[in-house]
Nanobody, 124 residues
Framework: QVQLVESGGGLVQAGDSLRLSCAAS????????MGWFRQAPGKEREFVAA????????YYADSVKGRFTISRDNAKNAVYLQMNSLKPEDTAVYLC?????????????????WGQGTQVTVSS
């Protein structure tokens, strides 16, 4: 069992930065692939970034590549999403997800556990 709690969202202006955190509980976190997804009102859940259990493999959506960075600290049971050069189109609820067996994926379907999400709003 893995429980996930996101934090760090907020209202910022275009060009600003935010750092999202996802605190995890459960013994399997250190072996879980982790992902960040986002969902805007009326839109499908969208892949943002993912990281393998040891942090050696990173994946990004084209829309955030070069602006966002995913990282994890298994000693702290946490995964992070550093978001720079934010744009209004980045506005969404950002969700952290864990996949306890398997590689990170860009599809949200294989992920086993989800947090409640944190709102990110970017004004122009």
């Amino acid at each position: 069992q893995v429980q996930l709690v996101e934090s760090g969202g907020g209202l910022v202006q275009a060009g600003d930065s935010l750092r999202l955190s996802c605190a995890a509980s459960g013994r399997t976190f250190s072996s879980a692939a982790m992902g960040w997804f986002r969902q805007a009102p009326g839109k499908e859940r969208e892949f943002v970034a993912a990281i393998s259990w040891a942090g050696g493999n990173l994946y990004y959506a084209d829309s955030v590549k070069g602006r966002f960075t995913i990282s994890r600290d298994n000693a702290k049971n946490a995964v992070y999403l550093q978001m720079n050069s934010l744009k209004p189109e980045d506005t969404a609820v950002y969700l952290c997800a864990a996949r306890v067996a398997g590689r990170p994926t860009t599809s949200y379907l294989p992920y086993d556990y989800w947090g409640q999400g944190t709102q990110v709003t970017v004004s122009s």
